[in-house]
Every structure is written in C-alpha cells, then in structure tokens.
C-alpha cells in the first residue's frame, strides 16, 4: 500500500509541475496534454485519497516515537498530497458545490495556493521518490 503512496504522490507532483519534466523531455508535453482533461478528477481522487490517509496518520500516532521520519515522511506525504489534490480539483470540486460563500472561499484559497503550484508539485516528486526509496529498502528511522 506505501509504494502506492509513493507513486501516486510521485505522479501527482508530475502532473502539477509538469515544467520539470518537459524542459529535461520536450516529447512528454503530448502525454501532459492529454491528461489536462482529467486533472479535476485527479485531484478531487487525490483530496479523498489525503483525507483517508489523514484519519490513518491519526490512528497511528502512537507510532511516532518508534519510526519518526516514516511519520513525518507520512504526514508531509498527506499534506502535500491535500494541497495539490485541492489545486488540480478546484474547478471540478467547483460545479457540485451551490453556495457562492463557499466557492469564493475557495477561489481565495486557490489563488493563495496557485504560485505554489510548481514548488508543491516539486516537493510532491522528492516525497514520492522517498516513499518509495523508503519502502524498497525497509528504513526504520
């Protein structure tokens, strides 16, 4: 389930910075292209995807005095993954909401988010390849 962790957030990061990528590969802008389309549902999988391990972290509290880097890669991992789920889902996360109150809250939050965007992506890449670098080879730190 971690490495599912570590990819998911590795590929989110991808998909919110994909400058990063695009700049080293000028040929992946195509595949780029074809999943702007879907981006909304993305980060809306990804908001459920952070709240679920949100409540997981917080069952597993206990733990921190054991494995403390895994907890603080974990919760680093969840916000990270919150943040970028709510920037890429806004707009979908938008149409199924009907209070203006609500949807003005959460163009302030985007636009508060937006600049970030490409930092929080690039982040989302170094705590995804960590996840998984952490699982293959079993650190207990």
Do not use: C
Not at 58 to 79: C, E, K, N, Q, S
């Amino acid at each position: 389930m971690y490495y599912i962790n570590g990819i998911w957030l590795l590929l989110l990061g991808l998909i919110a910075a994909p400058d990063v990528l695009i700049s080293r590969k000028p040929e992946t802008r195509k595949y780029f292209d074809k999943l702007v389309p879907h981006q909304g549902w993305i980060g809306i999988a990804s908001i459920v995807f952070g709240f679920i391990h949100l409540i997981k972290f917080l069952r597993y509290l206990r733990l921190f005095d054991w494995i403390p880097v895994g907890m603080i890669t974990y919760l680093a991992g969840v916000i990270v993954t919150l943040a970028l789920g709510f920037l890429l889902g806004v707009g979908t996360l938008k149409n199924f909401i009907n209070s203006g109150g609500a949807k003005t809250k959460m163009d302030s939050l985007r636009a508060n988010l937006a600049p970030k965007q490409g930092s929080l992506g690039t982040i989302g890449i170094v705590i995804g390849l960590w996840i998984l670098f952490y699982r293959i080879f079993d650190l207990r730190i």
